[in-house]
T-cell receptor
Framework: SQELEQSPQSLIVQEGKNLTINCTSSKTLYGLYWYKQKYGEGLIFLMM?????EEKSHEKITAKLDEKKQQSSLHITASQPSHAGTYLCGADEGKGAAGNKLTFGGGTRVLVKP | NAGVTQTPKFQVLKTGQSMTLQCAQD?????MSWYRQDPGMGLRLIHY???????DQGEVPNGYNVSRSTTEDFPLRLLSAAPSQTSVYFC?????????????FGAGTRLSVL
């Protein structure tokens, strides 16, 4: 089965600074999803990446999928307190019916210091 | 737009008690799943269903039962609760037939087994 490793496990960033989270897969990624979770709450969908080299942005958050489709990064520019939380990457297990199941990385906990 | 609704939000059980965690979605999604989230373990798949009448085991199915009698509902049953089942449980749904579809999560149920 697919394994996803996220790094770092946690980070503390000064408000206004940039940060990057990485998600590395043991297999080719057919669909890669980024979620955000605030403490005590559910997962909120951020972005989905499908094609090698794809890049998507929403407000100050940019996600990229590398050409080989085995690594993704999430970059936050000029971080704000609202960016605090745990970020999780998830990936489709495969194509077709196998792609119905998602595997998740362990998460990256982000704390933004004012 | 309710999305994925989980009840209850919090529950405390004694060892050996049984209970059902409820999950309902109003998006007509074929695929539904249950995850548990534990510190340092990330999200782990318990059971999933690709449609009414069809269920299958995920990564950590022991101690849990599921059924899918309707498209909308996917309850998770703990027949004899154990302290090891203390966790946060998330229900999720997505469309199937085509992979690379967004999975939507409920707000979670925090379960403590004493």
């Amino acid at each position: 089965s697919q394994e996803l490793e996220q790094s770092p496990q946690s980070l503390i960033v000064q408000e206004g600074k940039n940060l990057t989270i990485n998600c590395t897969s043991s297999k080719t990624l057919y669909g890669l999803y980024w979620y955000k979770q605030k403490y005590g709450e559910g997962l909120i969908f951020l972005m989905m990446l499908q094609k090698g080299g794809e890049e998507k942005s929403h407000e100050k958050i940019t996600a990229k999928l590398d050409e080989k489709k085995q690594q993704s990064s999430l970059h936050i520019t000029a971080s704000q307190p609202s960016h605090a939380g745990t970020y999780l990457c998830g990936a489709d297990e495969g194509k077709g019916a196998a792609g119905n199941k998602l595997t998740f990385g362990g998460g990256t906990r982000v704390l933004v210091k004012p | 737009n309710a999305g994925v609704t989980q009840t209850p939000k919090f529950q405390v059980l004694k060892t050996g008690q049984s209970m059902t965690l409820q999950c309902a979605q109003d998006m007509n999604h074929e695929y539904m799943s249950w995850y548990r989230q534990d510190p340092g373990m990330g999200l782990r798949l318990i059971h999933y269903s690709v449609g009414a009448g069809i269920t299958d085991q995920g990564e950590v199915p022991n101690g849990y039962n599921v059924s899918r009698s309707t498209t909308e509902d996917f309850p998770l049953r703990l027949l004899s609760a154990a302290p090891s089942q203390t966790s946060v449980y998330f229900c999720a749904s997505r469309r199937t037939r085509v992979a690379k579809n967004i999975q939507y999560f409920g707000a979670g149920t925090r379960l403590s087994v004493l």
